[in-house]
């Protein structure tokens, strides 16, 4: 059985990172989860779209889980090395995610670097999400939220945009948005 907390980050966390960035609308073929982890949003992914999903992640461990507990036919996974993303050629992807990956404590220099390479693969047009925990619902001003902003802006994003959801149901979260999500178009 999920938790309040699965169900919450479900509800308003993946599902508006997918609306953020048009699964399930027929706009997305291909879709690069970057930082997949263990491979949970990637499966949400590809319950919710009918993408084809590139989902990479620097932690082979995680990839182990995430291929065990995760398989789908629509999903490949990946381990990040030091050639990056090179098995993507450039403008092919038609979108991008990263949910929970720059979170407080990563280097700019590195998240810098990510994002310029994940914006060389995705198709113009095409966008991307972060998904971290929103500064102002646990009180810690992520460091790299508004490096995140710069960040994208650096990278040729355009059309930023920022959401904070609410969950009308629960108390807690109906006042103050648990997560925030910031996307940009290449
Ligand atoms: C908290 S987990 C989130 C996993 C998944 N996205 C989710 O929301 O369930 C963070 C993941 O990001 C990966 N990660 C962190 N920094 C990364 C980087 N610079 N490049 C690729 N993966 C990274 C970690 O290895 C870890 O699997």
Redesign the pocket.
């Known amino acids: 059985m999920s938790t309040k907390f699965e169900e919450t980050t479900d509800l308003i966390g993946y599902l508006t990172v997918f609306d953020e960035i048009g699964l399930g609308t027929g706009q997305v073929r291909t879709l690069l ?6 491979g ?2 990637t499966a949400r992914a590809a319950e919710v779209g009918d993408a084809e999903i590139f989902a ?4 082979e461990r ?1 990839l182990d889980v995430a291929r065990r507990e995760h398989a789908h036919p629509r999903v490949t996974y990946h381990l ?1 090395g030091d050639a990056g993303l090179a098995f993507l050629p450039d403008d092919s992807v038609d979108a991008a995610m ?6 407080s404590g ?1 280097d700019p220099a ?2 810098r670097a ?1 994002v310029a390479e994940i914006h060389r693969v995705l198709r113009p047009g095409a966008r991307y999400a972060v ?1 971290d925990t929103n500064p102002d619902a646990d009180g810690v001003r992520l460091a790299t939220f508004q490096a995140c902003l710069d960040v994208f802006s650096e990278a040729g994003f355009t059309d930023l945009r920022v959401r904070e959801p609410l969950l009308d149901a629960l108390p807690d979260e109906s006042t103050r948005p648990p997560f925030l999500i910031v996307s940009g178009a290449k």
Do not use: I, K, N, Q
Not at 33 to 38: E, L, Q
Not at 98 to 103: E, K
């Open positions: 989860d970057y930082g997949c982890g263990p949970t949003v990479v992640d620097g932690e995680l990040l990263s949910c929970s990956v720059f979170v990563a590195e998240v990510d998904l």
